[in-house]
T-cell receptor, first 110, second 114 residues
Framework: DAKTTQPPSMDCAEGRAANLPCNHSTISGNEYVYWYRQIHSQGPQYIIH???NNETNEMASLIITEDRKSSTLILPHATLRDTAVYYCIVIAGANSKLTFGKGITLSVRP | DSGVTQTPKHLITATGQRVTLRCSPRSGDLSVYWYQQSLDQGLQFLIQ???????AKGNILERFSAQQFPDLHSELNLSSLELGDSALYFC?????????????FGPGTRLLVL
């Protein structure tokens, strides 16, 4: 599976959009981009995933560049409860495993 | 609430001992996954069971074993415990067998080995 690179941390103001970047320059054609988050010591929570097209659900939007070498998770209106570690994970099919890196710590400030 | 339950929430034991962690998946989910999260190693995949059969293995030590029962609940057995086994242990479940499927994580069991 392709490796991902995320900055260690970022912050944003409550109510503003949080844009979390992820680099996956070695991604191959059949690999999906998944985002999970972990709020302090709780179990990780699935957010969204995509292959090529941009995706949106009730939690977030995922923007994948045309060359698929990077993506951005967008939380449109961040709240204090969005403070968490966000993991960008690239996985393929049958024999891939969910490999969590260090993730990016998002701090939402009042 | 993910629908995945784990017991106990906390466990304190001594080195050399054996413990059993229990996980009940979401209703309808056939896969159970176990993960270990320690401060130095991060969140690591240990093992997956699908419908009672072992399907995938990760960085699981030989001192650890797991099984999934006919009612689909799973147990993770940790034996000959060492200080370094102190960690959060999460289980997750999904409908099918593939890692591409969304995994729903439980609240975890915090294990402290003294």
């Amino acid at each position: 599976d392709a490796k991902t690179t995320q900055p260690p941390s970022m912050d944003c103001a409550e109510g503003r959009a949080a844009n979390l970047p992820c680099n996956h320059s070695t991604i191959s054609g059949n690999e999906y981009v998944y985002w999970y988050r972990q709020i302090h010591s709780q179990g990780p929570q699935y957010i969204i995933h995509g292959l090529k097209n941009n995706e949106t659900n009730e939690m977030a939007s995922l923007i994948i560049t045309e060359d698929r070498k990077s993506s951005t998770l967008i939380l449109p209106h961040a709240t204090l409860r969005d403070t968490a570690v966000y993991y960008c994970i690239v996985i393929a099919g049958a024999n891939s495993k969910l490999t969590f890196g260090k993730g990016i710590t998002l701090s939402v400030r009042p | 609430d993910s629908g995945v339950t784990q017991t106990p929430k906390h466990l304190i034991t001594a080195t050399g001992q054996r413990v059993t962690l229990r996980c009940s998946p979401r209703s309808g989910d056939l896969s159970v996954y176990w993960y270990q999260q320690s401060l130095d190693q991060g969140l690591q995949f240990l093992i997956q069971y699908y419908n009672g059969e072992e399907r995938a293995k990760g960085n699981i030590l030989e001192r650890f074993s797991a099984q999934q029962f006919p009612d689909l609940h799973s147990e993770l057995n940790l034996s000959s415990l060492e200080l370094g086994d102190s960690a959060l242990y999460f289980c997750a479940s999904s409908v099918g067998r593939e890692f591409l499927e969304t995994q729903y994580f439980g609240p975890g069991t915090r294990l402290l080995v003294l």
